[in-house]
């Protein structure tokens, strides 16, 4: 038997949540969660965690170098190195909007990669 310890991050609660497992990954229990949203956040944690990227992309011709990025949805935490290489060789042409989709559903996952700020066209 298998017990995992998380903080669910669902809301402000914060509760503490045990996940017991059998040797074979197999969820027997959970507990610690006031609510049913604590209960799949720990399944998805357990099973296949997820997240939010927050990372930068080159920017061409941009009065800074680089945008602040983010992933829309949370991205499976397993596919997060090949992410990370496919925004590593993205570049995106000034001006940059807030919101502006860089990559649309990146490795099919549902979620846009975004820029999280403005950068402004250089003036030559
Ligand atoms: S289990 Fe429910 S109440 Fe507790 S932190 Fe998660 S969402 Fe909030």
């Known amino acids: 038997m298998k017990e995992v310890d998380l903080t669910c991050v669902q809301c402000p609660l914060g509760?503490?949540?045990k996940v017991k497992m059998d040797d074979a990954g197999v969820v027997l229990d959970i507990l610690g969660?006031?609510?049913?949203?604590?209960?799949?956040y720990a399944m998805q944690e357990v099973v296949d965690p997820k997240r939010v990227i927050p990372t930068n992309v080159k920017v061409l011709n941009g009065v800074d170098e680089l945008v602040s990025v983010k992933t829309t949805n949370p991205v499976p935490k397993r596919l997060m190195w090949e992410i990370m290489n496919?925004?590593?060789e993205t570049t995106v042409e000034a001006p940059v909007k807030i919101g502006q989709?860089?990559?649309?559903?990146?490795?099919?996952?549902?979620?846009?990669?975004?820029a999280t700020r403005?950068?402004?066209?250089v003036n030559k």
Do not use: F, P, S
């Open 101 to 114: 989709v860089i990559i649309k559903d990146i490795l099919k996952t549902g979620a846009d990669i975004v």
């Open 118 to 121: 403005e950068v402004e066209k």
């Open 33 to 40: 969660n006031r609510c049913n949203r604590g209960k799949e």
């Open 15 to 17: 509760c503490k949540i």
């Open 86 to 88: 496919i925004i590593k």
